[in-house]
């Protein structure tokens, strides 16, 4: 089958292209390379794609309309998986023009290339952030997401309204992900684990928001890449795959929590690392920054009932498979193995 993928050589793009390129699949890949974070990650990433035969990149920006379209002709790709955007709820603080131009505008050009040859599927990466300030727990896909508290999630629900409207006037078979709290191997540096790590092998103190108070799905990235990949084959149409599902009463579009739905405590989440770490980390404990929310939690009932299991991989043990990889990518000695159970819930 063809892919054409977005954000190739970004954390989730890069472990989704991986799957498909090692079972075969023709992949084109799409990536801007832009500097939010470490440049030379995303080139160590692309340069794993770029060992298969079956993958070709084009480097440039959503905003680039010619060079988009064209790359997405050329692939003559069955699938879009749209895994492209400018990621993190803080830096839409610093930088709010960079959320409008790609999670907006960008998705906008996609769906313009893509109204004139229709994929089979299009799947499309939103983010458990467009939940915002529900209090309802947990959240379900039915649920309102009026109330976004960050721009990020602001941009990311535009998406969502986009492809509906997209799937509803040019029949685009759609799917869009509302991911949670993604961590991993290959993961990116501005996020609480990366950042963690690299803070307590320097012997640094890590910044604990929210007082350590926070709540959060996480979702390993394996677990998210087996969702992604099984959804794939999982088309919407016209006739509901379950009581619990979010199609739409007008267009072939759906929405999917992708998270096992067992939120975890932060102070808990660093108590993982320290065990993996070997040592305690020092704490700030500071309050909450504008933009994050207390608690997140997915109702995985719909993703569940549609490809048969949900993530679950234990914290524990995905926190370990990250500071192996953190240690090998960054030539760091291996500390004694910790037992973490090969523990998983189903």
């Known amino acids: 089958m063809r892919f054409f993928v977005t ?7 890069f472990h989704v292209a991986a799957r498909l390129l090692s079972a075969g699949h023709q992949v084109t890949g799409y990536d801007g390379m832009t500097a939010y974070y470490d440049v030379d990650l995303k ?16 480097e440039a920006m ?4 010619e060079a988009l379209d064209a790359a997405y002709r050329k692939s003559e790709a069955q699938v879009v998986i749209h895994l492209a955007a400018q990621a993190g709820v803080r830096y839409a603080l610093e930088a709010p023009e960079a ?50 508290v960050s721009l990020y999630a602001a941009t990311k629900k535009c998406g969502e309204a986009m492809c509906h409207t997209y799937a509803h006037l040019f029949g685009i078979p759609t ?19 990366f950042k963690f790590v690299r803070a307590i092998d320097c012997g640094d103190a890590i910044e604990v928001y929210g007082g350590g108070k926070m ?29 619990c599902d979010s199609l739409s ?14 939120p975890v405590g932060l102070m ?3 108590g993982a690392i320290e065990t993996v770490m070997g040592c305690q980390a020092k704490k700030v404990l500071l309050g909450m920054q504008p933009g994050d929310v207390v608690h997140t939690h997915a109702d995985p009932a719909l993703l569940t009932s549609l490809v048969g299991k949900r993530p679950g991989t234990s914290l524990l043990e995905g926190v370990s498979r990250f500071a192996d990889w953190y240690r090998e990518y960054y030539r760091l000695p291996q500390p004694a193995s910790v037992d973490t159970g090969g523990a998983r819930h189903g």
């Not at 229709?118 to 649920?143: C, M, Q, R, W």
Request: net charge negative; aromatic share 14%; with cysteine.
């Open 215 to 243: 709540q959060r799905d996480f979702t390993y990235i394996d677990d998210l890449v087996d969702a992604v990949v099984a959804l794939v084959d999982i088309v919407p149409g016209r006739e509901y795959a379950a009581e």
């Open 7 to 13: 954000g190739c050589a970004g954390f989730i793009g």
């Open 99 to 148: 959320y409008t131009q790609s999670n907006v505008i960008g998705t906008f050009n996609l769906l313009e290339a893509l109204r004139v040859k229709a994929p089979e599927h299009l799947l499309f990466a939103s983010t458990s952030s467009v939940y915002g300030g529900n209090t309802k727990i947990p959240f379900a896909e039915a649920d309102r997401t009026d109330f976004p």
């Open 175 to 193: 799917t869009a992900f509302r991911f949670f709290t993604v961590y991993g191997p290959w993961g990116r540096p501005d996020m609480a684990l």
């Open 62 to 65: 959503l905003g680039d309309r």
């Open 43 to 58: 080139k160590a990433r692309l340069g794993r794609l770029e060992r298969y035969a079956n993958f070709e990149c084009t």
């Open 268 to 270: 808990d989440f660093i």
């Open 249 to 262: 009463p007008v267009a072939p579009f759906r929405t999917i929590n992708v998270g096992g739905g067992n």
